[in-house]
């Protein structure tokens, strides 16, 4: 042990090695020292374990090279969504449109407007930006955004409801992902949650009972990413603001996966839209701005003016307050929206999700020849009917026709040739379905396929 100690190379010895000086341009001389101490220190450690090491400097440099190539590779970075779930939470949901990078591009690398009013020549508020927008688009009297909708849910129920009763039905008492729950949400809003009605009936009157001084809103839940089939009731827009008006009790609706027009246009089935709700008298609507819509992250509250402007004022706003970035990706994506068909045509999720089964097959019988081409005699390719989701607790129950490949390495076992796509530089993500590897094509760009081809060569062949 005490030899193998001493054959432990110096730093300065180290710096020596043409191949270990190249990293310094790349990296700097302080991180490549560091780098090395932390590869000797790794080996030292070896040895003192009692490992027996025929080569001490190779295997410091071996560390070396692994310690700074893991450097160069980011965490957060971008991976290939084989999984035909349009809006995967954990694969960060909605890509943005071109439009939106761009005006984030414009406003990180330089000053921007954000608070400053460039009319007034004084100091302006980061919401004017979309505002304006988002009145047009849903018929609101004014506008709010936040962090995220459950921020906005938060906020809403903070400023209309604190220290009061909320009246919700007990169906739409729900968990969403990430184990966000409403009346978890309601508690730490500082509201009284007044659960009424059945899991699977809700009437009219089991809130009209409830009503008491008390009272402060209904609360209206989308039930966003699990239906109740069969003998159900849930009440209305149009009856609890009809109640509303006799109690004089404002609804807040908080809808999830907010819209602009009907989901039907993109072959799902109906929901109902943002416009739609502020028109039937909802008082506060809340959703996404990073599900169905295709922006990024963001909470967006909108209807009456009185509670907006009451939420825009809460102290709490200040602690759930958007943020540049994400102000720019949404003002430029609502833009995109001013027009139905330039939405349709420009925002990704969108755009993926009204791609026809068709197109997505004739993409996959392409993709299989082209990958025959090349390792004929590695893998078994077949082109599947698969089944897509929108994901994001969105239309849960939205099966999307849709097609891809199914992939059956002939030398390699399924579960091996999936780990290396997964901890691929580019990773790609699939599903394991018969014995083979199943990427849907539904959330493959078009731009991504030749890169697709080469992940799926390169897994076959390596090691
Ligand atoms: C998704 C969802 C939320 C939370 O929205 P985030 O933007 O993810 O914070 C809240 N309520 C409902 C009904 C939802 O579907």
């Known amino acids: 042990m005490q030899n193998l100690l001493r054959e432990l190379p110096k730093v300065d010895e180290l710096l020596q090695d043409s191949k270990i000086r190249s990293w310094i341009p790349k990296l700097s001389h302080k991180i490549v020292v560091i780098s090395l101490r932390e590869a000797i220190d790794r080996v030292r450690t070896k040895i003192l374990n009692g490992q027996i090491i025929s080569d001490v400097e190779h295997e410091v440099i071996l560390n070396f090279n692994n310690i700074v190539e893991k450097s160069q590779i980011k965490s957060l970075r971008r991976v290939l969504n084989g999984t035909g779930i349009v809006l995967h939470t954990n694969l960060g949901r909605a890509r943005l449109a071109q439009a939106a990078r761009d005006q984030v591009e414009e406003v990180a690398s330089a000053y921007s407007t954000l608070e400053y009013s460039l009319e007034q020549r004084k100091r302006g508020t980061?919401?004017?930006?979309?505002?304006?927008?988002?009145?047009?688009?849903?018929?609101?009297?004014?506008?709010?955004?936040?962090?995220?909708?459950?921020?906005?849910?938060?906020?809403?129920?903070?400023?209309?409801?604190?220290?009061?009763?909320?009246?919700?039905?007990?169906?739409?008492?729900?968990?969403?992902?990430?184990?966000?729950?409403?009346?978890?949400?309601?508690?730490?809003?500082?509201?009284?949650?007044?659960?009424?009605?059945?899991?699977?009936?809700?009437?009219?009157?089991?809130?009209?009972?409830?009503?008491?001084?008390?009272?402060?809103?209904?609360?209206?839940?989308?039930?966003?990413?699990?239906?109740?089939?069969?003998?159900?009731?849930?009440?209305?827009?149009?009856?609890?603001?009809?109640?509303?008006?006799?109690?004089?009790?404002?609804?807040?609706?908080?809808?999830?996966?907010?819209?602009?027009?009907?989901?039907?246009?993109?072959?799902?089935?109906?929901?109902?839209?943002?416009?739609?709700?502020?028109?039937?008298?909802?008082?506060?609507?809340?959703?996404?701005?990073?599900?169905?819509?295709?922006?990024?992250?963001?909470?967006?509250?909108?209807?009456?003016?009185?509670?907006?402007?009451?939420?825009?004022?809460?102290?709490?706003?200040?602690?759930?307050?958007?943020?540049?970035?994400?102000?720019?990706?949404?003002?430029?994506?609502?833009?995109?929206?001013?027009?139905?068909?330039?939405?349709?045509?420009?925002?990704?999720?969108?755009?993926?999700?009204?791609?026809?089964?068709?197109?997505?097959?004739?993409?996959?019988?392409a993709l299989k020849s082209r990958l025959l081409n090349e390792i004929a005699d590695l893998v078994f390719v077949s082109v599947v009917e698969t089944t897509g989701q929108v994901g994001g607790g969105a239309l849960p129950l939205a099966e999307i026709p849709s097609a891809g490949l199914l992939i059956s390495p002939r030398r390699l076992s399924i579960n091996k040739y999936e780990e290396r796509l997964r901890l691929a530089r580019t990773p790609l993500i699939a599903r394991i379905e018969n014995d083979g590897l199943l990427v849907d094509l539904r959330t493959i760009n078009v731009d991504e396929e030749q890169e697709l081809i080469s992940l799926l060569t390169q897994a076959l062949v390596e090691g």
């Open 126 to 365: 980061r919401y004017s930006h979309v505002v304006e927008l988002l009145k047009k688009l849903t018929g609101a009297e004014d506008a709010l955004v936040v962090n995220n909708n459950a921020a906005a849910v938060l906020l809403a129920l903070n400023t209309m409801a604190k220290g009061k009763e909320a009246i919700v039905s007990r169906g739409q008492l729900i968990e969403i992902g990430g184990s966000f729950r409403i009346p978890a949400v309601m508690e730490q809003s500082g509201c009284f949650l007044r659960e009424i009605g059945t899991t699977n009936k809700t009437h009219l009157d089991d809130y009209e009972q409830a009503v008491s001084e008390d009272t402060a809103v209904f609360l209206k839940v989308h039930t966003s990413n699990y239906r109740i089939l069969g003998f159900t009731k849930e009440v209305s827009t149009q009856e609890l603001v009809e109640l509303g008006k006799k109690y004089q009790i404002p609804l807040l609706e908080d809808l999830g996966s907010g819209m602009f027009f009907d989901t039907s246009k993109l072959g799902l089935s109906y929901e109902p839209t943002v416009p739609e709700v502020v028109a039937a008298g909802a008082d506060i609507v809340t959703f996404s701005g990073d599900k169905l819509l295709g922006g990024p992250q963001a909470g967006i509250i909108v209807g009456n003016a009185r509670y907006v402007e009451a939420m825009r004022n809460n102290h709490l706003n200040r602690a759930l307050r958007i943020d540049k970035l994400t102000l720019a990706a949404l003002e430029a994506t609502l833009k995109l929206y001013l027009d139905e068909e330039i939405a349709l045509r420009d925002i990704p999720t969108l755009r993926m999700l009204s791609c026809t089964k068709e197109e997505l097959w004739a993409r996959a019988k």
